[in-house]
């Protein structure tokens, strides 16, 4: 009998060596920035995963929203005030996201934050800076209901005042892909695959609706655990059920393995993701046979647009690491957005930041308006971006290549 | 079109590569009674030894070359780790009571991860693992991936190797004697500190081989790799009755091929369309093992060392 209270024990360790992986909070206290005027240090937080599977696009936000400080400083944009980045790693966590969002609030040098990278995780913060006014500006969540309430698809209502996103919510990018699978390459038979996070499942759900309005039929249903790596028993079903494309709603580090997986069992269709899935990583996991599958992301192709040029660029110049990735452009206009607000704040009470610094920040967002790297940054009514562009990439010679610009319209 | 050959073979697949894993925990736990919960690292360390040799060789070198170099690279690696682990880290704690080993492998288990994604290149996301060239084979309307053939060959060979040993040698013979009693082992002059150091290092070469496998199969390796896996390896473990070395095979055979078949089958009972997706594969093959453990307590084989329990 002993042996099996061992294992018991055992089990339960692990289950505890899991949740306290990722330890060590701080006390958070709602204290308020008393800036004078000479020389004040205003810190942006930058929340995303720098470790681990998604830190690809996480040391993205990261260096984005640092070159968008280092530019403010270089302009002297904001007269008497130095802009510094502090980055943390939420390893695509919600319990170590809402410890960070803890951690930003307890300095009171922070008066912005810029991210999370995953709606989850954002779902976790957003009460905590909400309680503080410290503004969030997220470069990349998409979920609708972290914007427009849970009931977002019959009666919109903001839940946080202080959060805000450079990001195209899913209400639009599943839709978007829905008609371009549909229309315009001509599929009609979907298989629909999601992780069951916040993101992957809000956008199937949103693809899903749209292309059954249009007439296409769904063959076939799945969710995978995020956490395993082996999908050939769904590959084998993809495989039978004669679906002409697969819909996966994710992150690349499922997506990869997954695209692979499906060739691999003998279905040779295209996979279809959303900006999740738009990162160079998913070409080294999925291997050459990925050549032919399908991303939507928001915004136009950064590397088109003027105004990015000089983003690439200064990227380049500055030395980063690693690459900008999908959401590099939108975490530099969220660090942007940021420092507009700051500008705001500290030019009406006179060049000197106001006792209350992150409560007037968080109100002048909502009005803040410029040309950024990835168009026009504003905001409506719910802090959603204005901007609602579109496009598709496809693989091809292992790059993602634009294929189709366009703004969704119902 | 039926799909149930294919389904097994995909769950036999998934099930080999638990078994190789699994038969680490279970040599480790017959003749210590510890749970070695750096196992699933030591899996993972494997991996990143045979990349390694992979990234030394000239480029271009033929797979067929470089995989007997790598499996040897990654059993050096897996094994010198799993060593210099029972030395440093279990030894000294042989007689202290069971729960500071088992804390000790956790600790130990959370300082490799880190310690491979702070210090190997690259490695703070996943790595590319090199692929052995060539199209599927199909055998009816089965197909088996190129990757999956290093792993239907090297699982029973793997597994061969180890029963003549066990069964035949002198050296296998002293670690059934250990298992059984140490402390008779010992007084019929049979070197348990040896034997143990023994059973570490062969648990690690087959969590080598079972991580070259991982490679191949998957194509990218990371450093959270054993964890995951190391859990569900131990699982199998205790499926086939912890101790016994064939039930930590049949243990990994059962729950890889009940993952599968959950995934593709639940879904189809009337109102079960809920539970069966691939999310949900890990809670059938959980309740698969507490069934398993409700009405045979000590696993599908029994353990060999039930009467020390």
């Known amino acids: 009998m002993r042996q099996r209270s061992l294992i018991a024990i055992t089990a339960a360790l692990a289950a505890g060596a899991l949740t306290l992986t990722a330890c060590g909070s701080r006390d958070s206290g709602d204290k308020k920035d008393s800036g004078d005027g000479g020389g004040t240090t205003v810190v942006i937080g930058v929340d995303a995963p720098?470790?681990?599977?998604?830190?690809?696009?996480?040391?993205?936000?990261?260096?984005?929203?640092?070159?968008?400080?280092?530019?403010?400083?270089?302009?002297?944009?904001?007269?008497?005030?130095?802009?510094?980045t502090e980055a943390l790693d939420d390893q695509a966590q919600p319990s170590a996201g809402q410890q960070n969002a803890s951690k930003f609030v307890s300095e009171k040098e922070v008066l912005g934050v810029v991210g999370p990278l995953n709606s989850s995780v954002a779902e976790s913060m957003q009460k905590v800076f909400d309680d503080a006014k410290l503004v969030q500006v997220s470069p990349a969540n998409t979920g609708p209901a972290l914007t427009q309430g849970q009931d977002w698809q019959t009666k919109k209502v903001r839940g946080y005042k202080s959060y805000f996103r450079t990001a195209t919510t899913d209400a639009i990018q599943g839709p978007f892909a829905a008609q371009y699978v549909f229309n315009e390459a001509k599929k009609k038979k979907v298989f629909v695959i999601d992780d069951k996070k916040t993101y992957g499942s809000g956008l199937a759900a949103t693809f899903t609706d749209e292309f059954k309005k249009l007439g296409g039929k769904v063959v076939g249903t799945e969710h995978i655990n995020p956490d395993a790596k082996d999908f050939s028993a769904v590959a084998t079903k993809v495989k039978n059920s004669g679906a002409q494309v697969v819909y996966y709603?994710?992150?690349?580090?499922?997506?990869g393995p997954l695209s692979k997986q499906i060739k691999a069992a003998g279905a040779k269709i295209p996979l279809v993701g959303g900006d999740g899935i738009k990162d160079d990583t998913f070409m080294k996991l999925a291997g050459s046979e990925a050549t032919g599958d399908l991303a939507t992301s928001v915004g136009a192709p950064v590397e088109d647009l003027p105004s990015a040029k000089q983003f690439v660029a200064d990227y380049k110049a500055g030395g980063y690491k690693e690459e900008y990735s999908a959401y590099g452009g939108y975490a530099y206009d969220s660090a942007w957005a940021i420092i507009e607000a700051v500008k705001k704040v500290v030019d009406d009470n006179g060049g000197k930041l106001p006792d209350d610094a992150r409560a007037k920040i968080t109100e002048a967002m909502q009005g803040v308006s410029f040309d950024g790297v990835t168009g026009k940054v504003s905001f409506d009514e719910f802090g959603d971006a204005t901007n609602k562009q579109l496009t598709v990439y496809a693989v091809k010679n292992g790059a993602w290549v634009p294929v189709k610009s366009g703004t969704y319209s119902g | 079109m039926n799909e149930l050959p294919q389904q097994l073979v995909n769950g036999l697949l998934l099930g080999s590569m638990y078994g190789l894993v699994a038969i680490g925990y279970t040599m480790v736990y017959g003749i210590v009674q510890l749970i070695n919960f750096a196992h699933g690292e030591i899996f993972m360390t494997g991996a990143f030894g045979a990349l390694t040799v992979w990234l030394w060789l000239p480029g271009g070198t033929s797979m067929w070359l470089a995989l007997p170099l790598m499996i040897v690279g990654a059993i050096i690696v897996a094994v010198a780790i799993a060593?210099?682990?029972?030395?440093?880290?279990?030894?000294?704690?042989?007689?202290?009571?069971?729960?500071?080993?088992?804390?000790?492998?956790i600790g130990l288990s959370l300082a490799l991860q880190q310690a491979v994604w702070a210090w190997y290149p690259e490695a703070k996301s996943a790595r590319t693992f090199p692929q052995i060239p060539g199209g599927p084979f199909e055998i009816g309307n089965v197909t088996i991936q190129t990757g999956d053939i290093f792993l239907v060959l090297a699982a029973p060979i793997s597994m061969a190797i180890l029963a003549y040993f066990v069964m035949k040698t002198r050296t296998g013979r002293g670690m059934q004697a250990t298992a059984q009693d140490p402390d008779t082992a010992k007084l019929m002059g049979v070197n348990t500190d040896r034997i143990i150091v023994i059973a570490f290092a062969l648990g690690a070469a087959f969590a080598a081989v079972g991580a070259v496998a991982y490679g191949l199969k998957y194509g990218e390796i990371n450093f959270r790799m054993g964890f995951i896996l190391g859990l569900k390896a131990f699982t199998a473990a205790v499926l086939g009755g912890i101790g016994n070395i064939y039930g930590a095979m049949i243990g990994g055979v059962v729950l890889g091929v009940a993952e599968t078949l959950a995934?593709?089958?639940?879904?189809?009972?009337?109102?079960?369309?809920?539970?069966?997706?691939?999310?949900?594969?890990?809670?059938?093959?959980?309740?698969?093992?507490?069934?398993?453990?409700?009405?045979?307590?000590?696993?599908?084989?029994?353990?060999?060392?039930?009467?020390?329990?």
Request: charged content about 20%.
């Open chain 2, 263 to 309: 995934t593709a089958y639940i879904a189809d009972i009337p109102g079960m369309d809920k539970f069966g997706s691939q999310s949900w594969a890990d809670v059938w093959a959980f309740v698969l093992l507490i069934l398993v453990l409700l009405f045979r307590p000590q696993g599908l084989l029994g353990e060999r060392v039930a009467d020390r329990a």
């Open chain 1, 50 to 84: 720098l470790t681990g599977d998604l830190s690809a696009m996480g040391l993205g936000i990261k260096n984005s929203a640092d070159l968008a400080a280092k530019n403010a400083n270089k302009q002297n944009l904001v007269k008497g005030v130095t802009f510094k």
């Open chain 2, 83 to 105: 060593v210099g682990a029972e030395r440093f880290a279990y030894r000294p704690l042989r007689t202290a009571p069971r729960l500071a080993p088992l804390i000790t492998a």
């Open chain 1, 249 to 255: 709603g994710g992150e690349y580090p499922q997506a």
